[in-house]
């Protein structure tokens, strides 16, 4: 089914010989099982862009895992950043899907003294960033009538955490704008949509203190953390599945319900 070409049913995924998917945030836990699992689950057909922003090292292992696979370094919180995303993917192809996963979740600032200063960086980088990568990209797929987009949110979207106003504000609008593409990208024939994880095995979640973690794991129905490979599946699942739509899916083992 994947590997038809594109252009004889918008309706349908379909992939073709010069077909790139970008993931940001490559570098990091959930975006490197996510570009791993798109290697594996299209079978080579789609060519990976690894983006990363500081940790090029952890880029570079996730490149070894995935040939063909090639690496960009980009702040994605900047209007140049992006450009240099989007100009070097386009230098190598087409871009058929963009997973919209770098993100932020520090500092961690009591509503009552949020700042001007955490503001920029989660606005920057969890909202201008895959808002501006949704237009751009997303320009690219309605020319080409064919793509898709998979934003990652947060379970914190929707709950209220001590210390994460700023980033629950940035992945709300994030849901809001997945749907908002999703109703204008349609009928051009590309597909947006969001993946939710919970609370989930990576760098992001190491760095939590012990108390904090324990407090989120009491929250999670399953009583245990979620691993990369879980939300990667979820973002797979967005990607082929040709009839979904400004769905936005939770995978977050029952947390918070
Ligand atoms: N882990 C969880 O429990 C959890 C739960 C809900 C949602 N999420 C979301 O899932 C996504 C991935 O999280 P993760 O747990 O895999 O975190 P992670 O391991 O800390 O990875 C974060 C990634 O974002 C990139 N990044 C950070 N700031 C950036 C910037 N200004 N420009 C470009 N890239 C930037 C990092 O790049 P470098 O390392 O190369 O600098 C890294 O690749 C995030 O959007 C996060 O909010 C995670």
Redesign the pocket.
């Given at each position: 089914m994947l590997f038809a070409p594109r252009k004889l049913a918008l309706e349908s995924v379909k992939i073709m010989a010069n077909d790139i998917a970008v993931v940001?945030?490559?570098?990091?836990?959930?975006?490197a099982a996510v570009a791993r699992t798109i290697h594996q689950k299209s079978e080579g057909a789609l060519r990976l862009c690894l983006h990363?922003?500081?940790?090029k090292n952890?880029?570079e292992a996730v490149q070894r895992d995935i040939p063909g696979s090639f690496i960009v370094q980009?702040?994605?919180?900047t209007t140049d950043?992006r450009k240099v995303l989007l100009d070097s993917a386009l230098a190598e192809g087409e871009p058929f899907a963009l997973v919209n996963?770098?993100?932020?979740?520090r500092p961690h600032e009591p509503a009552l003294t949020v700042s001007e200063e955490g503001f920029d960086r989660f606005i920057g980088?969890?909202l201008c960033?895959p808002l501006f990568l949704m237009r751009d990209f997303g320009r690219e797929m309605a020319r080409a009538e064919a793509g898709t987009i998979v934003n990652?949110?947060?379970?914190l979207a929707r709950m209220a955490v001590p210390g994460s106003a700023l980033y629950r504000a940035s992945k709300a609008a994030l849901e809001a704008l997945t749907k908002q593409f999703a109703e204008e990208l349609g009928p051009k024939g590309v597909r947006v949509n969001a993946v939710v994880?919970?609370?989930?095995e990576?760098?992001?979640?190491d760095a939590l203190r012990p108390e904090m973690r324990a407090a989120f794991i009491d929250r999670i129905a399953l009583g245990r953390l979620g691993q990369?490979e879980a939300v990667a599946e979820t973002v797979w699942h967005c990607i082929e599945s040709d009839y979904l739509n400004g769905a936005v899916i939770a995978i977050d083992g029952g947390m918070g319900l």
């Open positions: 940001t945030g490559a570098s990091g836990g959930i975006g990363y922003n500081g940790n952890a880029a980009a702040d994605l919180s950043g996963n770098a993100g932020v979740d980088t969890n960033g990652v949110s947060s379970v994880p919970g609370f989930i990576t760098p992001m979640t990369p």
